[in-house]
DNA sequence: TGCAATTTTGCAGGCACTGCAACGATAATG
DNA sequence: CATTATCGTTGCAGTGCCTGCAAAATTGCA
């Protein structure tokens, strides 16, 4: 009755390769330089031609900046949206970020968890890389939009009559929490990327509190 | 006794040639969609060689997105630290943003602000390109946070003893003033690029503003 | 085992971009 | 004006990213 049926050898392989793939792109970056690596060698290194690389990533950067989440997990969701008067909505969104900001629950076993490191540190030394990766966050930003839309629905019913002006409010405050990301990036960037980024996360979040009660002098 | 030079031929002949590539790679670009024109062709139509291209511009892209401005004129930070205690600081930033982002002056001409509006039509077709364009804005970024953190320094002189904090507020800031503009320009494009870009901006930080109210339920 | 579906690979080629060295035009000097 | 130095332009050869296509290898299934 599971829907996880036992994958054949043709699908376990394709993850492994896969996994290969990423790995050698990043362990290889992190070694030389992103700029210094050529896909060939990324192949070479992950056991497969360089043709079947680009079967497997559309580019060189995406093998490297990794898939981005199309969006928070629906359990997540769930429980963002319950909590639409309790809670101020930043903190619901932070809450939602940081789940899917620092990578993964236990489904994919800590071989993935170990890449994610490897990528965070690969992306300390290229920020170029982490502004990329956010920018291919498209998918993600539309959900959110969608979902923060639902809760200030929540709080204010009456915006239900003026779609427009609901879907630009959600969008600024989606935006709004994209900048405490990069502000938490950034900071932890800054101190070299020791300590938790969730812990860099929470403070942003609070300055973004505190900076709503002083804007307005 | 003006430092304004008469320009040989020399220096006239290049800045003619920048322009006519530049036009020639919006003009085609909208013409035929980004994508599908090539370095080659753009060369071509600006009558020069490819490799005359790249003497000018580091990339295709490079030609399209122009140059990033570095910061916002000095005038215009004056103004902004004088009106420190006067004025919302997020209407300061907004009024030192519009002043770069619906270029410019009279310095120039008027050829440079017809290839601007080129350029909006263009990154209103190629939403990948304006978000390019704000990632290459690290100057201007860097800049903005420095004159934030003087500003935020007249408003609360007990920041100087901790630079560390004042400089994370600073950037905070200066990231949500991003997202303001990434929002009026979403709000801009959403509408097909009708109406004036600093309208949404006023709007888009309006809204911010009564972001602040509300954020805190 | 034999057939169908899918994946891997090699190959040929396009396009972005770079370093180098020759050439040409402008500027500076006598 | 002639000479020389300076600087921009160009062609060329080459690297690297990326794609389409078709053959070969692998896997799934009867």
Redesign the pocket.
């Known amino acids: 009755m599971t829907d996880v049926k036992e994958p054949?050898?043709?699908e376990r392989?394709?993850v492994a390769?896969r996994l290969a793939i990423e790995r050698a792109a990043l362990d290889l970056s992190l070694d030389k330089g992103y700029e210094n690596?050529?896909?060939?060698e990324i192949a070479d290194a992950a056991d497969?031609?360089p043709?079947?690389f680009?079967?497997y990533f559309?580019?060189?950067?995406a093998a490297v900046i990794g898939h981005a989440p199309e969006g928070p997990d629906p359990e997540k969701i769930e429980a963002f949206l319950e909590a639409s008067a309790k809670q101020p909505i930043l903190d619901g969104i932070r809450d939602l970020l940081s789940s899917f900001l620092d990578a993964k629950s236990d489904e994919d076993a800590r071989a993935t968890h170990q890449l994610q490191e490897t990528r965070m540190r690969l992306m300390l030394q290229n920020p170029h890389l982490f502004r990329q990766r956010m920018e291919t966050m498209e998918d993600a930003t539309k959900k959110m939009i969608e979902v923060v839309s639902k809760r200030l629905l929540v709080l204010d019913p009456a915006l239900e009559s003026d779609p427009t002006t609901l879907r630009e409010r959600a969008r600024l405050v989606v935006f709004v929490s994209f900048a405490g990301v990069r502000n938490a990036w950034a900071s932890w960037a800054e101190r070299g990327g020791s300590g938790r980024l969730t812990e860099c996360l929470e403070r942003s979040f609070e300055q973004l509190h505190q900076l709503s009660s002083q804007v307005n002098v």
């Open positions: 054949g050898l043709r392989k394709r390769t690596v050529t896909v060939d497969v031609s043709r079947t680009f079967n559309p580019s060189k950067e």
